[in-house]
């Protein structure tokens, strides 16, 4: 589907457009009635080697464990005493 937008209400709203071009409409920006650009998405063909696909699974599950950025844990009334004093 073709969607007609003045260059104007594109920018106001273009994540808004994006995501229709996205979904696979074809979104052509005019000016003052001539189209000047069409926006349209790129298609999806990259896909993950084998190894990239468990480097991803691997980065994901550390993610999910956190990262130990060491130094002390300090609860909300420590820190307000601290300041009081």
Do not use: C, K
Not at 11 to 40: D, K
């Amino acid at each position: 589907m073709e969607i007609r937008v003045s260059l104007r209400e594109a920018n106001q709203r273009f994540s808004r457009y994006v995501r229709a071009a996205e979904q696979g409409n074809v979104v052509v920006i005019t000016r003052r009635g001539q189209p000047v650009a069409r926006l349209v998405a790129e298609p999806q063909t990259h896909s993950l080697s084998p190894e990239q696909m468990e480097a991803r699974l691997r980065t994901r599950a550390r993610m999910r464990r956190g990262y130990p950025l060491g130094g002390v844990r300090i609860d909300r009334t420590d820190l307000h005493e601290r300041g009081a004093g």
